[in-house]
């Protein structure tokens, strides 16, 4: 019995030994591709292959983003005051849209009269494309904090609501019917079934909508605003400093890709119960 044990014991070791080995590999290579991507680009700057007239090379970007944590010109602010301004509309506007956007998702995909009261007004706004409200936005509320977090969060919204929707529709049958032979009520198999097996496609919905209210917020500063990575970014082109433009993208990337792996990582830690 011991003997069995200890194998086994082994095999899972050299199991997750395995996982590590191959995850590591994997990092890696990202790791590698990216370093390709930045040899290829400097080298193509600096052997003439590209115009630095409309292109720079990837030192050139480094210098002015380390100039810019500093310098405020010539748009009138430093790099961490534009991403300060540019988190927190994204982030309030992002969280507005998960607190409404979540619940109402799953209200209209598991109670049908639900469904019927906010679907037609729901696909009417639907297609309006969130940067179409800027123009309005702008005549009743100006240029102020408020109409670009309604924006952003009207962006995140759409997706967060159709994920949420998705996700509850495709709860097991057989889980409902246990459920309802148990005695459950509709509420209690809502809450104790049909939310935790819809939180998948919740955290998809999360995860589109933080992408979208990211992309619109840089619209939505570049058309409304005086700070803010988008405003930086017009103001490099309005400028002819192409050095600042690809700051304010690459910028914008880098923390896109570091909030999507935070909102990853909180993902696996909630639905644990997948692995």
Known sequence: MNTNQEQLTSTIIQERNKIKKENRNLKLMSLLSILVVLLIWELSVRLGWVTTRFFCSPSEIFMQFVSKLQNKAPDGATLLSHIISSMKISLLGFLMAVIIGTPLGLLMGWYKPVDKFV?????????????????LMIVLLGIGLTPKVFIVSLSAFVAIVLNSYAGIKLTNQAMINVSKTCGASNFTIFRRVGIPSAMPMVFTGWKVGLGLSWSTLVAAEMLASNNGLGYMILAGRQFMRVDLIMVGMITIGVIGLILFTLLSKVENFVLKWRQ
């Open 119 to 135: 679907r037609p007004v729901f696909n009417l706004v639907r297609p309006i494309p969130a940067v179409g409200w800027i123009p």
